[in-house]
C-alpha cells in the first residue's frame, strides 16, 4: 500500500502519458503518424467523424507536447506536413500492445495497421518479384 501513497502524492506516471495522449482522436492521430508523414485532409480522411476544429486542436496539443512536429513548407499554397518527433515515436509499443490486446479481444484476423510489425523475412516473402 506503500507504493500506492507514495503515487498519490506525486504525479501518477500512468495519468501523465494519458493526459499527453489526450482522448481517442490523439491516439488515432498518432496512430497514423507511424504510417509517414500527414497533411490535414490525409488525417480527415483517414478518420471518419473527426472534424476539421478537434484536429486542429489535437495537433496543436501533440505539437505542444513535443509528439508532433508541423513543418511548413512555403509553397503557394503554403503545404503543411505533420510528423512524429522521437519522444512520440516512443509511444509505438504502447499503441501496439494496444493493438494486440483489441485483436484478441475482439477474436478478428489482423487489421491493416501502421503499427503491425512484422519481422523482417515475413515482409520479404509478401514482397512481389517482377517475375511473379
Partial sequence: ??????????????????????????????????????RTHEFLDALPGLSTK???QRLRELERQGLVERRIYAEIPPRVEYSLTAKGREIQPIL??????????????????????RPPEAIATTRQTPES
Avoid: H, N
Fill in 1 to 38: 500500500m506503500q507504493s500506492f501513497d507514495v503515487c498519490v502524492k506525486t504525479q501518477c506516471p500512468i495519468q501523465f502519458v494519458l493526459d499527453l495522449m489526450d482522448g481517442k482522436w490523439s491516439i488515432l492521430i498518432l496512430r497514423e503518424l507511424f504510417a509517414g508523414d500527414r
Fill in 54 to 56: 478537434i484536429l486542429m
Fill in 96 to 117: 501496439s500492445a494496444m493493438r494486440d490486446l483489441g485483436l484478441r479481444w475482439l477474436s478478428q484476423e489482423p487489421c491493416s495497421c501502421p503499427l503491425e510489425q
